[in-house]
């Protein structure tokens, strides 16, 4: 196997093959478009020790439905490494994984999911203690400093702030609208519709339009409901199917001293500010927005989701706030410390951590982060 991988996803390329050759299934999950073929042929070189297959094909599912070890043997034959890409399209398929790594050990099987409907997640955790699992982001601000130098990056950022880190997007300089409508209209909702068979996909585009509006701040599932036209319930529900496509992700309310801190509020930000914007059709420059402390915090508190995961570190994460608005963008709990987070566009901005988080947490370590600084958070 060849290491051909040049823009893309080089971190948890390394990791990946580290893991290649051990008796665990490997377990790739990302949103569609996000790299996940490309990062493992770049892997693999279209290696004849390699056989692919795609749970999109209707013959692949089929092929799986009553499937046997025995028949599994014969259809896999000498190969070393077998890749089922879409896997969560195929029925059943964490107990098929598992069928796999039980009585096949010799394989060295790496399954890919855009959605974490079924994949490894079904039949009480099949794949328990017999996989690695891993997440595929967009694109990361490391991995791009990496690729042509921190300084570079960092002078791209008012441009990663309205066009995102979809691969497709940072490889086309000029056709990044065109790209992103073309992600955003057909890619996005793929497996939601596909898995829940929804009927008016129109609403969910509404919800996400909601969501993108709302972006840095607190949420209400009664009051999206309203401007959505639906009950609070199938909000809920919507939203957490659009989590399991790996489209947004919520961030939750820290509390432990106070009585005024807010109990179960939520936060809820897009993996990709480019996405974002695609919703709500502005793609206009920074200088020109009222958004834009808003794409900040969201292009933050997403590019620290990827250095957390591609760099293994446990952290809980919230953002703080009381009834009365004092406020704290983003806390990070770790090995007993408490790190406080306030995310300022402007460098010059003044800004003072709240009294009443100061006295409650005492031994915080607090940071304001800035385009000028955010190397400190990011790499």
């Not at 046997?68 to 107990?95: C, M, P, W």
């Not at 959605?115 to 690695?132: C, H, I, M, V, Y």
């Not at 699992?133 to 694109?139: M, N, R, S």
């Not at 989701?305 to 591609?310: E, H, S, V």
Request: aromatic share 12%.
């Amino acid at each position: 196997m060849k290491n051909n991988t040049t823009m893309f996803h080089r971190i948890l390329e390394k990791t990946i093959m580290k893991k290649l050759g051990g008796k665990k299934a490997i377990i790739l999950t990302g949103s569609r478009q996000v790299g996940k073929t490309t990062l493992l042929r770049a892997i693999f070189n279209d290696s004849v020790d390699t056989l692919w297959m795609n749970g999109d094909e209707p013959d692949i599912r089929n092929l799986f439905e009553n499937i046997s070890s025995t028949r599994l043997k014969n259809i896999f034959g000498d190969k070393k490494y077998v890749i089922i890409d879409e896997a969560q399209r195929i029925n059943d398929i964490g107990l098929k994984l598992k069928l796999i790594t039980d009585n096949i050990p010799e394989i060295q099987l790496i399954a890919t999911g855009s959605s974490s409907f079924d994949l490894a997640n079904q039949g009480n955790e099949p794949l328990t203690g017999r996989k690695w699992e891993y997440h595929l982001y967009p694109l990361s601000f490391a991995e791009m400093a990496m690729n042509h130098g921190l300084l570079d990056e960092k002078r791209l950022i008012r441009h990663r702030l309205v066009y995102g880190y979809y691969p497709e997007v940072v490889a086309n300089p000029g056709n990044e609208r065109e790209v992103l409508k073309q992600l955003s209209d057909s890619y996005l909702y793929k497996d939601i519709l596909m898995w829940e068979q929804i009927k008016k996909p129109e609403k969910l585009v509404k919800l996400l339009q909601a969501l993108a509006f709302q972006l840095g701040s607190q949420v209400s599932y009664s009051e999206l409901g309203q401007l959505c036209g639906m009950d609070s319930k199938t909000i809920e529900k919507y939203i957490v199917l659009l989590e399991q496509c790996y489209v947004i992700f919520r961030l939750g309310s820290f509390r432990r001293n106070l009585r005024n801190e807010l109990k179960n509020s939520k936060k809820i930000y897009f993996y990709d500010n480019g996405i974002r914007n695609a919703l709500i059709t502005n793609f206009s420059a920074i200088e020109n927005r009222t958004d834009t402390g808003a794409l900040w915090e969201n292009f933050l508190v997403s590019e620290r989701k990827k250095k957390l995961a591609y760099d293994g570190l446990w952290r809980n994460n919230w953002f703080w706030r009381t009834v009365e608005q004092a406020e704290i963008d983003y806390i990070e709990e770790g090995d007993g410390m408490i790190y406080a987070f306030e995310f300022k566009w402007n460098p010059k901005a003044k800004y003072k951590i709240p009294k009443s988080f100061l006295n409650s947490y005492p031994d915080n370590i607090f940071h304001i982060i800035h385009p000028d600084n955010v190397e400190d958070f990011l790499l």
